[in-house]
């Protein structure tokens, strides 16, 4: 598994409805019951002015299209429901 997590680390992630590169890999939500992927965290360019913050993305595993050798194709759209990014303020540090 440790070596599944480390080649999906050098992958770029490009959401395909704009063609934007939304950044790499950090990490992964596992479901423990199932064993499951649920989801990729995805951590892209600092904010402006922000010397610590950084945009965090969670794609859904169903979101992902394609895994390929350099980079990861994902139909991603921001849902209101799911948390975006986490500050790095003391309150991000609490959530």
């Known amino acids: 598994?440790?070596?599944?997590?480390?080649?999906?680390?050098?992958?770029?992630v490009i959401n395909k409805r704009t063609g934007a590169r939304l950044g790499n890999v950090v990490d992964c939500q596992v479901d423990t019951c199932t064993g499951c992927l649920v989801a990729l965290v995805?951590?892209?360019?600092?904010?402006?002015?922000?010397?610590?913050?950084?945009?965090?993305?969670?794609?859904?595993w169903e979101d992902i299209e394609v895994i390929g050798d350099d980079i990861i194709l994902v139909n991603y759209t921001h849902n209101a429901a799911e948390p975006r990014r986490r500050g790095t303020t003391?309150?991000?540090f609490f959530r």
């Open 90 to 92: 003391v309150e991000g």
């Open 42 to 60: 995805v951590v892209g360019r600092p904010r402006v002015m922000g010397f610590f913050q950084r945009e965090e993305y969670f794609v859904r």
């Open 1 to 12: 598994m440790q070596c599944c997590i480390t080649e999906l680390r050098s992958k770029d």
